[in-house]
């Protein structure tokens, strides 16, 4: 079987000219990388018919380490819309070359449902998480410059400052560091460590934004600490977010780049769903609406996380809406949920699948609270049998809910027609645009977090560590308890606990501590062992990424 390399290398991409074309944008007005690659400027947007498009949201259920093919999918969705003559774009996040060189791969897609050129947007693709990360470490270096100088100092009492350095590399020797080390010419000596770029405020901030101005506003909403006299400081108090939105002045223009079938895709903007939002850029996503009928973009890992906070943050920051919901699910993850173990995933086991589906249901419940109707994608395995795929199609039946078998990977848009004209007619037949958020900003901390929890996990009880409830007094006291919450949570179960799989019941949530990013416009609360700075593997994807005389990269998936 040919790797996903190996098919798009198959595939004579399209010079992007033609692909802009397709979006109704002169080549003139395009922002060239080359021939494949290029920037839309802002000016394109169209707020008003970026409010009246069509946008399909695409989530899944609780990831596992089969993994589902959401941006598989995702992509295959979009090709089949094209398909049936609706004029689609998809829009999706940047991938990060923490997971690219760690365990989860790359993040294009796969099979013939991918976007391309694959290697370029899997490595260092147009820069934007380079400019992400200059911007956020500048902050950093002026914060030590201002702890360090006598004369230009704003009093920062540095046992205060939370602001970290990133990098975007899985590397945990940098979770915590020392700096200022070598004498007195070397700064002042405290410590701090490295996040990884896709959980930067920074990167939030800039996927949050609506332009350069806001952009510029929203940087300098930044919590740095307090001063010795207990005053709060933010990046604007450091003169600090000109010179950071300078940085980020080019890369807050979307990428356009082509799907394996020469449909347009855009891609911008990569936080992680676990430990941050989950969603590529406002601007990506307005952008996308701008230019085509329909726009299929996906949240991040699994809906009670991703979506969730797409729902609950992205959406009523920008003022989108949802015209259909797609919910991920394949019959590998459906049994490891069900008990399987990793190794016996293709081995038959309808029973299994019958157990598993319980994470499932949760998923549709979850949907339905938000007042989306969900549509089922199964995305197809050569593995899955058809008794097995009958046990879904019988509880999604039960459910009430549409299902469609998707075979985007082996025969991309050829294989999800059915799904898209299911997603089609649940956007026809939508008479408004219009969902019910999970809680109120204006509610109290305390009782955002529990609505989150009880509704979306299915936790019975919330914990709060004692650091976690001085962080609430915290938060009250600057004023920032209104903005919505942003819960870090493990990825791999519906709980805080990731052993947890299937539909885990009557858990206990502990909340161990609550960040503030009140840049980004939202509070963090801590849950589990979540690492914003990760780890490689025993065997990172690393060891099988290579490259030739002639330049040919392998490896990438």
Not at 140 to 161: F, S
Not at 198 to 217: G, P, Q
Not at 491 to 516: A, C, H, M, W
Request: proline share 5%; charged share 25%; glycine share 10%.
């Amino acid at each position: 079987m040919p790797t996903d390399i190996e098919i798009a290398r198959t595939i004579k991409l399209k010079h992007i000219n033609g692909i802009a074309e397709r979006l109704g944008v002169p080549a003139d007005d395009l922002h060239h990388f080359g021939k494949y690659k290029a920037k839309l400027p802002l000016k394109l947007i169209d707020p008003e018919k970026a409010r009246r498009g069509k946008l399909v949201l695409v989530s899944a259920i609780s990831p596992t380490p089969a993994g589902e093919g959401k941006t598989t999918v995702s992509i295959g969705l979009t090709l089949g819309l094209n398909r049936l003559g609706k004029k689609t774009t998809v829009v999706l996040r940047e991938p990060s070359l923490g997971p690219v060189f760690g365990i989860k791969g790359g993040a294009t897609g796969g099979g013939r449902s991918q976007v391309l050129p694959m290697e370029d947007i899997n490595l260092h693709f147009t820069g934007d998480f380079a400019a992400i990360e200059k911007a956020h470490n500048l902050l950093a270096a002026i914060i030590d410059n201002n702890i360090q100088n006598k004369k230009n100092n704003l009093g920062l009492d540095p046992r205060t400052v939370t602001w970290k350095r990133v990098m975007d590399m899985n590397d945990r020797s940098l979770r915590k560091i020392i700096v200022g080390l070598g004498g007195t010419m070397s700064g002042v000596p405290r410590e701090t460590g490295f996040d990884i770029v896709a959980a930067s405020e920074v990167m939030a901030i800039f996927c949050l934004s609506d332009d350069l101005r806001h952009l510029k506003e929203k940087l300098g909403n930044i919590f740095v600490g307090y001063t010795y006299d207990r005053k709060p400081v933010y990046a604007r108090d450091l003169k600090a977010n000109g010179a950071m939105a300078a940085l980020l002045k080019d890369a807050l223009m979307p990428n356009l780049v082509q799907t394996s079938e020469g449909t347009p895709a855009i891609i911008h903007g990569g936080p992680f769903a676990n430990i941050a939002h989950g969603c590529n850029s406002i601007i990506a996503t307005r952008m996308g609406l701008s230019l085509s009928d329909y726009v299929v973009t996906e949240a991040g890992f699994a809906f009670e996380l991703g979506a969730e906070k797409f729902l609950d943050i992205k959406c009523r920051y920008a003022g989108l809406c949802p015209s259909a919901a797609v919910l991920v699910a394949t019959v590998r993850a459906l049994k490891y949920h069900g008990g399987v173990g990793l190794k016996e995933l293709n081995r038959p086991d309808p029973a299994a699948v019958k157990k598993g589906l319980e994470n499932l249901e949760k998923h549709v419940e979850n949907m339905k609270q938000f007042e989306l109707s969900p549509v089922i994608a199964l995305n197809k395995f050569i593995s899955d049998t058809d008794e097995e795929i009958a046990v879904v199609k019988a509880k999604c039946a039960e459910l009430g809910v549409p299902v469609a078998v998707a075979d985007v990977w082996g025969q991309g848009g050829a294989g999800a027609v059915e799904l898209a004209e299911l997603v089609a007619k649940a956007v026809e037949s939508r008479a408004s645009c219009g969902f019910k958020p999970v809680y109120e900003w204006e509610w109290p901390v305390e009782r955002k977090i529990e609505a989150i929890a009880s509704k979306m996990y299915g936790a019975a009880h919330i914990d709060y560590t004692a650091r976690a409830k001085k962080d609430l007094e915290k938060i009250t006291s600057l004023g920032l308890d209104k903005l919505p919450v942003c819960i870090a949570k493990t990825q791999k179960s519906l709980s805080d606990n990731p052993d947890l799989i299937g539909r885990p019941k009557d858990f206990v949530v502990t909340v161990r501590e609550i960040e503030i990013a009140s840049g980004a416009g939202f509070i963090i609360p801590i849950t589990g062992d979540i690492m914003r700075m990760p780890g490689l593997p025993e065997h990172p994807a690393s060891e099988n990424i290579d490259i030739d005389e002639q330049g040919n990269i392998t490896g990438l998936f």
